[in-house]
């Protein structure tokens, strides 16, 4: 094989892996949408963090929608700063969603369902080494949080004509 042949190609540019699109918000049940919502409203301004605040409040009382509130916030802080990868989000009103925040919102989801390995998997796939075991014992602790938003359907929906990324 000659090598030369290869020296001059150009690899050709990459999309950001894990902000491809791999579904869309209208079609996820209410625990996973409110995730994924949650995600994007923590990396978006004080307005849109303002919503997460808002919708606790909406469906717990006020002692544990506090609670909940900082246990996101030590989630968020987490994930970002123990990343595999920059995690990939779309804008908030964006009707589709990406493969990070598909894996945030089912780990989120498997912790709501007891399901401490299924979680970690999905963390593994976010966070680098022993982050992950941390970031689902965190997820565990917010399961009763997403479970009354996904009972009330608090979470802020995306219209379905909605394309911005």
Same mark, same amino acid.
């Given at each position: $094989? ?8 150009? !690899?050709? !540019? ?10 869309? $918000? ?24 303002? $919503? ?9 009382? !006020? ?10 916030? /030590?989630? $968020? ?31 989120? =989801?498997? /912790? ?12 593994? /796939? ?5 982050? =992950? ?9 917010? =399961? ?18 909605? /394309?911005?990324?």
């Amino acid at each position: $094989m000659r090598r030369e042949i290869f020296a001059e190609a150009q !690899p050709a !540019p990459q999309p950001q892996r894990g902000g491809a699109p791999v579904g869309r $918000m209208h079609e996820l049940p209410e625990m996973e949408l409110a995730a994924i919502v949650f995600l994007r409203a923590w990396c978006g301004d004080a307005g849109e963090r303002q $919503m997460i605040r808002r919708d606790l409040h909406s469906v717990l009382n !006020p002692r544990d929608a506090l609670l909940a509130e900082q246990r996101f916030a /030590t989630l $968020m802080r987490l994930v970002l700063a123990q990343a595999r990868s920059p995690i990939m989000h779309h804008h908030l009103d964006c009707a589709c969603y990406g493969g990070h925040e598909s894996a945030f919102a089912q780990m989120i =989801a498997a /912790t709501a369902g007891r399901d401490r390995d299924e979680a970690l998997l999905f963390a593994a /796939t976010l966070v680098v080494g022993p982050a =992950a075991h941390e970031a689902v014992l965190q997820a565990e602790d917010l =399961a009763p949080a997403f479970l009354a938003l996904a009972r009330a359907g608090r979470a802020e929906p995306v219209p379905q004509g909605a /394309t911005r990324h």
